[in-house]
């Protein structure tokens, strides 16, 4: 996984889910890396982590909420990797982390093919595209308005991934950029 993102990954970096830092090692180092989970004990992991390691941080942030993120900092890349299918507020996430990226940053986010939360967002000028199995959405990505909606029926006979619509597996997204 660590080879398929790297390429995508700048100089300033929050990791949201670190765990025990498997993916925070292999990333590393960058200018600047917070890696961040909620779970205490992999906090505590990380911080041993950060005993060898001057650019790293270490933090409890929970992607739901915007409170507990780094205050006063913007990053040019999040990675989000398997957290956002487990928040009750996905969408907020997903406008936390576009919030807190920098003028042309990137959020490299990671969703399993799962029931409850199959998409692959897209943020372009602003507006975040969340596909589907046969629909997609616009929202305005600061409020999480709904813009408008797209769906149709499933297509029949299609079987594997095209009969459940999946787009991708790994989507480097959320570029942002203003005008």
Same mark, same amino acid.
């Given at each position: 996984?660590?080879?398929?993102?790297?390429?995508?990954?700048?100089?300033?970096?929050?990791? *949201?889910?670190?765990?025990?830092?498997?993916?925070?090692?292999?990333? #590393?180092? %960058?200018?600047? !890396?917070?890696?961040?989970? /909620? &779970?205490?004990?992999?906090?505590?992991?990380?911080?041993?982590?950060?005993?060898?390691?001057?650019?790293?941080?270490?933090?409890?942030?929970?992607?739901?909420?915007?409170?507990?993120?780094?205050?006063?900092?913007?990053?040019?890349?999040?990675?989000? *990797?398997?957290?956002?299918?487990?928040?009750?507020?996905?969408?907020? #996430?997903? %406008?936390?982390? !576009?919030?807190?990226?920098? /003028? &042309?940053?990137?959020?490299?986010?990671?969703?399993?093919?799962?029931?409850?939360?199959?998409?692959?967002?897209?943020?372009?000028?602003?507006?975040?595209?969340?596909?589907?199995?046969?629909?997609?959405?616009?929202?305005?990505?600061?409020?999480?308005?709904?813009?408008?909606?797209?769906?149709?029926?499933?297509?029949?006979?299609?079987?594997?991934?095209?009969?459940?619509?999946?787009?991708?597996?790994?989507?480097?997204?959320?570029?942002?950029?203003?005008?």
């Amino acid at each position: 996984m660590a080879d398929s993102i790297h390429p995508y990954i700048g100089s300033k970096v929050l990791e *949201l889910g670190a765990g025990i830092g498997n993916m925070t090692l292999n990333l #590393a180092p %960058r200018q600047v !890396y917070w890696a961040s989970d /909620v &779970n205490p004990l992999y906090l505590d992991h990380l911080e041993k982590l950060r005993e060898t390691r001057p650019y790293l941080q270490v933090c409890r942030t929970d992607a739901s909420s915007v409170a507990s993120y780094p205050q006063d900092l913007q990053f040019d890349t999040v990675i989000c *990797l398997n957290v956002v299918e487990h928040l009750e507020d996905d969408l907020g #996430a997903l %406008r936390n982390i !576009y919030d807190t990226l920098q /003028v &042309n940053g990137r959020g490299i986010i990671l969703v399993p093919n799962a029931p409850r939360l199959e998409v692959t967002p897209v943020v372009v000028d602003g507006i975040m595209y969340i596909t589907g199995p046969n629909q997609v959405s616009a929202l305005d990505a600061r409020s999480g308005r709904e813009i408008w909606r797209f769906s149709r029926a499933r297509t029949l006979g299609q079987r594997g991934d095209a009969a459940r619509g999946s787009i991708a597996r790994l989507a480097p997204c959320c570029s942002r950029s203003r005008s």
